[in-house]
């Protein structure tokens, strides 16, 4: 008999690293297209940041240092 050859272990189901519910094969590791873009949305605005804090010194120290009439 070769019954036992039948039974293959399924692969142990990853839950979705956004909300925890179990994955669907076609956005693997993700439940759904929405997990895909919440967890796709993360890693951009992650990698994008824009400093800002350059812009707010350059007005701050300029302004003060051509403030000097007296000389
Ligand atoms: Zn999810």
Wanted: charged residues 30%.
């Amino acid at each position: 008999m070769k019954q036992s050859a039948k039974v293959t272990p399924l692969r142990p189901k990853h839950p979705c690293p956004i909300c925890g519910k179990a994955s669907v094969r076609d956005i693997y590791p993700f439940c759904s297209a929405r997990c895909k873009d919440i967890d796709l949305n993360r890693w951009l605005s992650g990698s994008y940041a824009i400093p800002v804090r350059d812009d707010e010194e350059e007005i701050d120290g300029g302004s003060k240092r051509d403030s000097n009439p007296a000389n």
